[in-house]
């Protein structure tokens, strides 16, 4: 064949006809020729390691606007170079990218991703096979309003056979209260449901405070952290991912129930997960405070996993350093700290040692099991 001759793709339906609409019988994207490459982690079939490859592929683009709400603005582009997507939930809502992956053999779809990115993800559950990399240029950082009974948001979810390349991931929140609020619980999920996605050299910072102080019956500041939540078949793979939570709550009379309760896990009820030459360190402490010298009930609790409620995980170099330390000023406290609360296997891996203190008469601990094995 000759040198100077471009073939170019031509999508085809799967009983092989030209994939167009009936008003325009031109191929559908016939324009995009999938000859650019993109570098792709391949873990090996022991899972104990992993290459990059290097792979055809189609690129687009976004170029990410802020218009000041979790949603992200409304789309003006088309993800050329030229006119890229404004919004990134736009690569889950085109028919675009799953039209190349499924009628393309072999061909892989590469998003550069720059701009400004602070609103939520959601890949609506399709599933792109891994054949869809995100390659950020730029961090996702949310800044969140400080509401007076703590909120509960999910940063990323319902991605399926995504990989993540370059991904960071920064928030920080100093919430406190002086006044009688009650419980003031903050939930934070950072990847849910995204099943049999890829992260390759991702980062994730989270840093968390909670201060409630004042007269009601139930002061109570806590703080929870999944990343990976309901993630199985993942492969983290060079990531450094660090959570420093901070929670304390005190009461100003006499009245009960103050508790404090910071909780981190990682790796989050998933199985089949594996894990490679990567960095996990959660820091988790409590601290409960009483104005009274009876027997109010007020309790620190502090807890911090690497991996909880998985099974089937393999990590290989990877190190997991979890501490959490509670106190309480009349009171008893509990804390957890453990690399793997989950049944896995490791290789050449390094973990803080395992502490578990519980001197309450709570049943905080009295579920938790460790499993592991090289």
Same mark, same amino acid.
């Given at each position: 064949?000759?040198?100077?001759?471009?073939? %170019?793709?031509?999508?085809?339906?799967?009983?092989?006809?030209?994939?167009?609409?009936?008003?325009?019988?031109?191929?559908?994207?016939?324009?995009?020729?999938?000859?650019?490459?993109?570098? @792709?982690?391949?873990?090996?079939?022991?899972?104990?390691?992993?290459?990059?490859?290097?792979?055809?592929?189609?690129?687009?683009?976004?170029?990410?606007?802020?218009?000041?709400?979790?949603?992200?603005?409304?789309?003006?582009?088309?993800?050329?170079?030229?006119?890229?997507?404004?919004?990134?939930?736009?690569? =889950?809502? +085109?028919?675009?990218?799953?039209?190349?992956?499924?009628?393309?053999?072999?061909? @892989?779809?590469?998003?550069?991703?720059?701009?400004?990115?602070?609103?939520?993800?959601?890949?609506?559950?399709?599933? =792109?096979?891994?054949?869809?990399?995100?390659?950020?240029?730029?961090?996702?950082?949310?800044? %969140?309003?400080?509401?007076?009974?703590?909120?509960?948001?999910?940063?990323?979810?319902?991605?399926?056979?995504?990989?993540?390349?370059?991904?960071?991931?920064?928030?920080?929140?100093?919430?406190?209260?002086?006044?009688?609020?009650?419980?003031?619980?903050? *939930?934070? @999920?950072?990847?849910?449901? !995204?099943?049999? !996605?890829?992260?390759?050299? #991702?980062?994730?910072?989270?840093?968390?405070?909670?201060?409630?102080?004042?007269?009601?019956? #139930?002061?109570?500041?806590?703080?929870?952290?999944?990343?990976?939540?309901?993630?199985?078949?993942?492969?983290?793979?060079?990531? #450094?991912?660090?959570?420093?939570?901070?929670?304390?709550?005190?009461?100003?009379?006499? $009245?009960?129930?103050?508790?404090?309760?910071?909780?981190?896990?990682?790796?989050?009820?998933? $199985?089949?997960?594996?894990?490679?030459?990567?960095?996990?360190?959660?820091?988790?402490?409590?601290?409960?405070?009483?104005?009274?010298?009876?027997? /109010?009930?007020?309790?620190?609790?502090?807890?911090?996993?690497?991996?909880?409620? !998985?099974? #089937?995980?393999?990590?290989?170099?990877? +190190?997991?350093?979890? $501490?959490?330390?509670?106190?309480? $000023?009349? *009171?008893?406290?509990?804390?957890?700290?453990?690399?793997?609360?989950?049944?896995?296997? *490791?290789?050449?891996?390094?973990?803080?040692? /395992?502490?578990?203190?519980?001197?309450?008469?709570?049943? %905080?601990?009295? /579920?938790?099991?460790?499993?592991? *094995?090289?």
């Amino acid at each position: 064949m000759p040198e100077d001759v471009t073939i %170019w793709p031509v999508a085809m339906t799967k009983r092989g006809g030209i994939l167009g609409s009936r008003s325009n019988r031109i191929p559908a994207y016939i324009a995009a020729a999938g000859n650019d490459t993109v570098e @792709y982690p391949e873990v090996a079939p022991d899972g104990l390691d992993f290459t990059l490859e290097e792979y055809r592929c189609f690129t687009f683009y976004v170029n990410s606007r802020s218009n000041g709400t979790l949603q992200g603005p409304t789309e003006t582009g088309d993800g050329s170079k030229e006119n890229p997507f404004c919004n990134l939930n736009s690569i =889950f809502s +085109s028919n675009k990218f799953l039209c190349y992956i499924q009628n393309f053999c072999c061909q @892989y779809v590469k998003v550069i991703i720059t701009g400004t990115i602070d609103y939520y993800i959601d890949g609506r559950g399709r599933d =792109f096979a891994r054949k869809l990399i995100l390659d950020f240029h730029t961090a996702l950082i949310i800044n %969140w309003s400080k509401e007076k009974h703590g909120l509960s948001v999910t940063v990323v979810q319902n991605c399926v056979g995504v990989v993540f390349s370059n991904f960071e991931f920064t928030t920080a929140i100093n919430h406190s209260k002086t006044q009688s609020d009650g419980q003031v619980d903050i *939930y934070t @999920y950072c990847f849910s449901g !995204c099943t049999n !996605c890829i992260f390759y050299n #991702n980062t994730g910072e989270i840093r968390m405070k909670n201060s409630v102080s004042g007269t009601s019956a #139930n002061d109570h500041a806590a703080l929870y952290v999944e990343y990976f939540k309901g993630c199985s078949g993942v492969q983290i793979l060079s990531c #450094n991912i660090t959570v420093d939570m901070n929670s304390q709550s005190q009461e100003t009379d006499n $009245s009960d129930a103050s508790v404090a309760h910071t909780r981190t896990a990682i790796v989050y009820g998933s $199985s089949n997960v594996i894990i490679i030459k990567s960095k996990f360190n959660v820091k988790c402490v409590s601290f409960a405070g009483d104005n009274s010298s009876g027997s /109010s009930f007020v309790a620190g609790i502090a807890q911090a996993f690497g991996l909880y409620s !998985c099974s #089937n995980a393999i990590l290989s170099q990877t +190190s997991i350093s979890c $501490s959490a330390r509670a106190g309480a $000023s009349s *009171y008893k406290e509990s804390h957890i700290a453990c690399a793997l609360g989950s049944t896995a296997q *490791y290789h050449n891996c390094s973990f803080s040692p /395992s502490v578990i203190v519980n001197n309450g008469t709570n049943r %905080w601990t009295s /579920s938790y099991s460790f499993t592991c *094995y090289k």
